[in-house]
């Protein structure tokens, strides 16, 4: 069962990720096409049961919030239909410092304040803490999410790219649970599972979030959402780039045949597999994109089958 609908009855499966809404990473104003764009992939999404919006106060430099916010001051009913969510604490580097990252309470709270003008709403569903601050002390993140809990402008909380010793750090200093840990997983993407399967040999490789995250998530009933789960396209139809890529796509193909659907189906069905319920962020704009990625709802792979896509990607045998 999807951990976030004991909290949140009525979330989606799978969620819109709005990195690519409102055009470059720079200050360059969205254009009307580019708002057309991502107008047409709320709309898709929406139409095809995806309900849960990944936003971050860094996309394109505020502007995919700035663009959604748009969206719902031409269409405020819409926002009934919709989970929002959002992150922030990533800072870019400036006159006094440079790129970091900020878990003061301060720039939490001015970051959702922020993020609610520019998403034209009251309230955001879910905020994530963007990427581990080493100077983080959980007493004072959690000063910040009471007042902002308290008044209304956020509702649930969670994490994103956090390993489970630093869930519970943080946790122990929360009165809320926090409902989500978003990580890189993809079928292109296996560090969280190669983690599991290699313990304690040589193979297992440099680690991206450390072994027991997973599992930590499973236990606690927190939330496992993947970024990157399409793994840009490269089994999709995307130019691949290596031989093995190309292996692992031509199997995709062949099971997107065998279970009459599309090959974003196959890759994001591939995750949602895992015992853990991870819910895949698609970071498409594409439309057409969106609706073959809902249609991964409805595929079950067998065990033979993901373990197939497993190996294949991972490029040699299990030991």
């Given amino acids: 069962m999807l951990a976030l609908a004991t909290h949140l009855p009525g979330v989606s499966r799978l969620a819109l990720g709005c990195m690519g809404f409102g055009g470059s990473w720079d200050n360059t104003p969205t254009t009307d096409e580019q708002q057309r764009q991502a107008f047409s992939a709320i709309d898709a999404a929406l139409d095809n049961g995806i309900n849960l919006f990944d936003h971050a106060d860094i996309y394109t430099r505020g502007k995919a919030e700035q663009v959604f ?6 269409a405020p009913a819409k926002r009934a239909q919709m989970f929002i969510q959002t992150k922030c604490a990533i800072r870019f580097a400036d006159d006094s410092a440079p790129g970091r ?26 905020l994530l803490l963007h990427r581990p601050d080493p100077l983080m002390q959980p007493e004072l993140v959690a000063q910040a999410f009471e007042q902002l809990q308290q008044q209304g402008k956020v509702r649930h909380f969670g994490v994103s790219n956090m390993g489970w010793a630093q869930m519970q750090l943080l946790q122990g200093a929360l009165a809320q649970p926090l409902l989500v840990n978003q990580l890189q997983m993809s079928l292109a993407d296996i560090n969280w599972l190669e983690e599991s399967v290699l313990v304690g040999m040589p193979q297992g490789g440099q680690r991206h979030f450390g072994y027991g995250t997973v599992e930590y998530c499973q236990q606690q009933g927190v939330q496992l959402q993947s970024w990157g789960s399409l793994a840009k396209g490269v089994f999709s139809g995307a130019a691949v780039q290596t031989a093995q890529q190309a292996a692992t796509a031509q199997l995709v193909a062949q099971l997107a045949g065998h279970y009459n659907c599309s ?30 990625c809902s249609h991964s709802t409805d595929v079950r792979l067998s065990r033979e089958h993901w373990y197939q896509l497993y190996v294949s990607s991972r490029g040699e045998a299990l030991p």
């Fill in 101 to 126: 990252y900020d878990f003061s309470p301060e720039y939490i709270v001015a970051s959702v304040e922020q993020s609610l003008r520019r998403l034209n709403t009251g309230y955001i569903d879910i």
């Fill in 69 to 74: 916010g748009q969206y719902l001051a031409q």
């Fill in 263 to 292: 090959a974003e189906a196959i890759v994001l069905a591939w995750l949602m597999r895992h015992p853990a319920g991870v819910q895949p962020v698609i970071g498409t704009t594409q439309p057409e994109r969106i609706i073959a």
